[in-house]
């Protein structure tokens, strides 16, 4: 049994998404979500599942590394799959900000430390390696939902930035260009992956089992960068600042309409698969790239309604915020059940 379990386990390691770090995410976006609601007991929960999920994950892709090392070169040179690597930027940073919350603000510095320079790195790597570097042609038949989390790594760089900017006397400016830099960066990787992504779906075969839950980092990404926007808005005075501050505070609010308006979308899309065309609907890792977007969609309706003074948005996240909570609790249970039932118990009974 022991054999077999061993087995189990690495052929799992193997096979383990780059893109899992998008549990932490999920996790700690409602958990900073929470705290802002004043529900500290579930925050602190949140927070605590979120760090612990963190290192597990961090150890595994380490461990993977080193023990399957094609499979991780596989990854980062499948468009397909090459773009997950930079949940683990946007993962750092959102427990980096959630710890900056607490006060813990040299962990949210370090955080950013190291999730700027792994963002600069898979920056020109992932695209280069995954896309670009391919003989395969053409590349935009690989296009798929999980190229928009490039967008949100660089608006968590963003946010991070924005987080420790006014906390910080020494390199408020450098902060402060960092920040409007990397959310700029961010509108403008959204913009073009939204094409790439749009002549996938006109140009190819589009069938109800290529639609998968990445997608909804389409909204996702819009609602990072609304609250990116929003944090910047909020910064001290900074030259940075001072000349984007009109700009950015206008163009949160047109994205946070047009998030808003591809919710629908992709409940319509979700229903089309798993209802019409009847593909089951059972648990896989890319199910947490849904309740990352439905957190930070709360979670940026609450700072936008604060910063720019709009109380229906930040009703709107509130009640939104208990959606990604309820979501969240039945994802993590189908988790926590599909890990015990494929790793343990069928080696257990073999």
Avoid: C
Avoid at 288 to 305: D, E, K, N, T
Avoid at 321 to 329: E, K
């Amino acid at each position: 049994m022991t054999s077999e379990l061993n087995g189990r386990v690495h052929r799992a390691l193997e096979s383990l998404t780059p893109g899992y770090f998008a549990l932490v995410m999920a996790t700690g976006i409602i958990s900073i979500g929470m705290r802002l609601e004043g529900f500290f007991a579930i925050s602190w929960v949140l927070l605590v599942i979120s760090a612990v999920a963190f290192v597990a994950l961090l150890s595994l892709t380490v461990w993977r590394f080193v023990a399957h090392r094609q499979a991780f070169k596989d990854d980062f040179n499948d468009p397909r799959r090459g773009f997950g690597f930079f949940t683990f930027v946007a993962a750092t940073n959102v427990l980096g900000v959630r710890l900056g919350a607490d006060g813990y603000y040299s962990a949210t510095a370090l955080s950013l430390l190291v999730s700027g320079i792994v963002w600069l790195v898979l920056g020109y790597v992932v695209p280069w390696t995954a896309a670009l570097g391919r003989e395969e042609r053409p590349i935009v038949a690989a296009a798929n939902g999980t190229w928009f989390i490039w967008v949100v790594a660089s608006q968590s760089v963003a946010i991070a930035a924005a987080t420790i900017e006014p906390v910080f006397e020494t390199g408020r400016r450098e902060l402060a260009l960092l920040a409007v830099m990397s959310w700029s960066v961010g509108v403008f990787l959204y913009a073009a992956v939204a094409v790439f992504v749009s002549l996938r779906l006109m140009l190819y075969r589009f069938g109800p089992e290529e639609l998968t839950p990445p997608y909804w980092v389409a909204m996702g990404a819009l609602a990072i960068t609304v609250l990116a926007g929003a944090r910047v808005v909020e910064m001290a005075d900074a030259p940075m600042v001072n000349a984007t501050r009109e700009l950015i505070a206008g163009l949160t609010v047109v994205f946070w309409a047009f998030a808003t308006w591809l919710i629908p979308v992709l409940v319509a899309a979700g229903w089309w698969r798993h209802i019409v065309r009847r593909v089951p609907l059972r648990y896989e890792a890319t199910l947490w790239s849904i309740i990352f977007p439905l957190g930070m969609y709360a979670v940026a309706g609450i700072y936008l309604g604060q910063a720019d003074e709009l109380p229906l948005v930040g009703m709107i996240g509130s009640a939104e915020l208990w959606v990604a909570l309820a979501a969240w609790v039945i994802v993590f249970v189908a988790m926590t059940r599909h890990v015990w039932r494929s790793v343990f118990i069928q080696a257990r009974t073999r």
